[in-house]
């Protein structure tokens, strides 16, 4: 059966900074694109990160570029998000989620973590 | 970046109803758009992909479809597990967008 289980998500200071992990069963983690997608409370969906399965191919958005860096470690089967200078409108629950494609980037996700928020507040 | 423009963003339906949302893209995406269903509390999951392809496990009264930018999810008699916000999704090109999202209600 296929987990994903985000950690990390907690009440951060803006300016401070906060690393997510993801840690990822059932599945060969190594094969697989993975990334992150956050949520503020009661909003939409917003695509943060994606990176390849060997960390070749790595984009982010606009909003969080230059902030947070995305990474991986396929010995440990983690995905992680360190995310530096936040802000208030990074407030959010942030999922990791499986790419559906083996050894490729698809763009959509088949598997979803439960998710980990992220409190962005002094 | 290309928008999703999804309509209707809430509608009331009966158990046994066809509901039908939309999802606009601003520009061609080809056939790369998934639709995902989220109910409250919960992380998001997969219904359709590639505009048409209905995911593992999925019931087939989902129904995905294309006609040129416009993108539709059908149910094809909504059913009481079915009562949840919905969200388009393009994955042609970064940044990957979704549609605002659709909440679907008991009438």
């Known amino acids: 059966e296929v987990q994903l289980v985000e950690s990390g998500g907690g009440l951060v200071q803006p300016g401070r900074s906060l690393r997510l992990s993801c840690a990822a069963s059932?599945?060969?983690?190594?094969?697989?694109?993975m990334h992150w997608v956050r949520q503020a409370p009661g909003k939409g969906l917003e695509w943060v990160s994606s990176i390849s399965w060997n960390s070749g191919s790595i984009v982010y958005a606009d909003s969080v570029k230059g902030r947070f860096t995305i990474s991986r470690d396929n010995a440990k089967n983690s995905l992680h998000l360190q995310m530096n200078s936040l802000r208030a409108e990074d407030m959010a629950f942030y999922y990791c989620?499986?790419?559906?494609?083996?050894?490729?980037?698809?763009?959509?996700?088949?598997?979803w973590g439960q998710g980990t928020l992220v409190t962005v507040s002094s | 970046d290309i928008q999703m423009t999804q309509s209707p963003s809430s509608l009331s339906a009966s158990v046994g109803d066809r509901v039908t949302i939309t999802c606009r893209a601003s520009?061609?995406?080809?056939?790369?758009l998934n639709w995902y269903q989220q109910k409250s509390g919960k992380a998001p999951k997969l219904l359709i992909y590639e505009a048409s392809s209905l995911q593992s496990g999925v019931p087939s009264r989902f129904i995905g479809s294309r006609s040129g930018t416009d993108f539709t999810l059908t149910i094809s008699s909504l059913q009481p597990e079915d009562f949840a916000t919905y969200f388009c999704?393009?994955?042609?090109?970064?940044?990957?967008?979704f549609g605002g999202g659709t909440k679907v209600e008991i009438k």
């Open positions: 059932g599945f060969t983690f190594d094969d697989y694109a």
């Open positions: 989620a499986k790419d559906y494609k083996s050894g490729g980037t698809t763009g959509w996700y088949d598997y």
């Open positions: 520009q061609s995406i080809s056939n790369f």
């Open positions: 999704q393009q994955s042609y090109g970064t940044p990957l967008t």
